[in-house]
Nanobody
Framework: QVQLVESGGGLVQAGGSLRLSCAAS????????MGWFRQAPGKEREFVAA????????YYADSVKGRFTISRDNAKSTIDLQMSSLKPDDTAVYYC?????????????????WGQGTQVTVSS
């Protein structure tokens, strides 16, 4: 089993920044890709960003490209999501996810383990 715990969410004004962190423990997929997803009220969970084990390859949803940056530290078993120029539309619960695949995945069903989520609220 893999346990994922997110932190760093909160309330921020539009244009501000937040940094989310995800700590992994247990049987970690050290060679697997990891990602961030988000879910706003009344909407489906959507892909935000993903990163390969090496950290050399990343992929972003168009809606966050240029504003968000995903990174990982395998020695610490953590991944971060640096969010800048936040918009009210970014308001959602953000989830960290781990995949057993080494490839970048954008669909939620491709991820094996999930954190419980952290709320991000962007006020206008």
């Amino acid at each position: 089993q893999v346990q994922l715990v997110e932190s760093g969410g909160g309330l921020v004004q539009a244009g501000g920044s937040l940094r989310l962190s995800c700590a992994a423990s247990g049987r970690t997929f050290s060679r697997g890709a990891m990602g961030w997803f988000r879910q706003a009220p009344g909407k489906e969970r959507e892909f935000v960003a993903a990163i390969t084990w090496s950290g050399l390859s990343t992929y972003y949803a168009d809606s966050v490209k240029g504003r968000f940056t995903i990174s990982r530290d395998n020695a610490k078993s953590t991944i971060d999501l640096q969010m800048s120029s936040l918009k009210p539309d970014d308001t959602a619960v953000y989830y960290c996810a781990a995949s057993s695949s080494g490839y970048l995945m954008v669909t939620a069903t491709s991820y094996n383990y999930w954190g419980q989520g952290t709320q991000v609220t962007v006020s206008s």
